[in-house]
């Protein structure tokens, strides 16, 4: 199975310094869309077999600009941004004055973050449900090449799930980079990493 994975493009919140999780359904913004219409003129996006996304919008507007309102695209739940619980919808620098041991020194949270905001989903739980995405991938799609788009932190968790690694190790992905994967069905499927965050212009 050939994976490609696409984080959505740049969406109201994304230059408001503001956290924007599974509660923050933003729409994409005009620099978003235009961006998106962009990226989709330059690369084939009907060499995929199946069309997968979140089904938040901001992931919506950019799958649909991608491969065209005629392709047939398949949203999945298990695809939406990580909740950041209460901090959702907040500025990162005012949650970063309050809680800055909740952050390691590169601005990501850290794995016990869900300690200061008991509402939010962690990162152990994302991981889950994006590997119990990727396992049924296996299962269902696995001599098919598969488009996914989705969040910054749900790419991540997606890796870390298809390499039994912590997600911490993977870095930030910028908006509409695509990430490439192949997993050898005939051996298991063990994972194989082709592209990481690669711009398409």
């Given amino acids: 199975m050939d994976l490609t994975i696409v984080r959505h493009s740049m969406s109201t919140d994304n230059n ?3 956290i924007s999780g599974a509660r923050s359904d933003v729409n994409l913004s005009d620099e978003g869309i235009a961006y998106a ?12 077999d199946q069309v997968f996304s979140s089904p938040m919008k901001r992931a919506q507007q950019t799958t649909q600009i991608l491969v065209g309102k005629d392709t047939p695209i398949e949203y999945d739940a298990r695809l939406k941004e990580l909740d950041f619980g209460d901090w959702d919808g907040q500025v990162e620098a005012e949650i970063f004055k ?5 952050f ?4 990501m949270l850290k794995n016990n973050y869900v300690d200061y905001v008991p509402s939010a989903e962690s990162y152990a739980h994302l991981i889950q449900r994006a590997g119990d995405f990727l396992e049924e991938l296996k299962q269902n799609h ?8 989705c969040h910054g932190m749900t790419t991540r968790a997606l890796l870390a799930a298809a390499f039994s690694n912590d997600i911490a190790n993977f870095g930030t992905v ?3 980079s695509l990430s490439h994967l192949h997993f050898d069905g005939s051996n ?5 990493m082709d592209s990481y965050n690669q711009s398409v212009v």
């Fill in 174 to 176: 910028d908006n509409v």
């Fill in 98 to 102: 309050q809680y800055p041991q909740a």
């Fill in 142 to 149: 696995d001599d098919q090449s598969i488009l996914v788009v």
């Fill in 16 to 18: 408001s310094g503001r």
């Fill in 188 to 192: 298991q499927f063990p994972p194989r």
């Fill in 104 to 107: 390691v020194h590169l601005g």
């Fill in 37 to 48: 219409k962009k990226v989709s003129a330059a690369y084939d996006w009907h060499q995929f």
